[in-house]
Nanobody
Framework: QVQLVESGGGSVQAGGSLSVSCAAS????????MAWFRQAPGKEREGVAA???????TYADSVKGRFTISRDNAKRILYLQMNSLRPEDTAMYYC????????????????????WGQGTQVTVSS
């Protein structure tokens, strides 16, 4: 049983930066893939970034070059650093733990994640 709790969301102006975190508790495999998803009102939940047990990363095209995903396995914390934020980045951001060690070519599909956080809101104003 794994519990994930996000924090660090807030409101920023376009062009600004924000960092969100996800703390894990309970039993979890240290090598499992983890990812950040986001969902805006009226839109589908989409994968933002993923990181595997050896810290290999993958990003959605919309955030590549602006966002950085990282993890601290000892502290059991997942991070997402967001720079050059745009209004279209406004969404509820969720962290998720994959049921398998590798993220895979379909890492962005929610099917592979069996543990989810409650979400943290990120709002970017123009």
């Amino acid at each position: 049983q794994v519990q994930l709790v996000e924090s660090g969301g807030g409101s920023v102006q376009a062009g600004g930066s924000l960092s969100v975190s996800c703390a894990a508790s309970g039993y979890t495999y240290s090598s499992n893939c983890m990812a950040w998803f986001r969902q805006a009102p009226g839109k589908e939940r989409e994968g933002v970034a993923a990181i595997d047990g050896v810290r290999s990363t993958t990003y959605a095209d919309s955030v590549k070059g602006r966002f950085t995903i990282s993890r601290d396995n000892a502290k059991r914390i997942l991070y997402l650093q967001m720079n050059s934020l745009r209004p279209e980045d406004t969404a509820m951001y969720y962290c998720a733990a994959n049921r398998r060690p590798g993220c895979g070519v379909t890492w962005y599909h929610s099917y592979w994640y069996n543990n989810w956080g409650q979400g943290t809101q990120v709002t970017v104003s123009s």
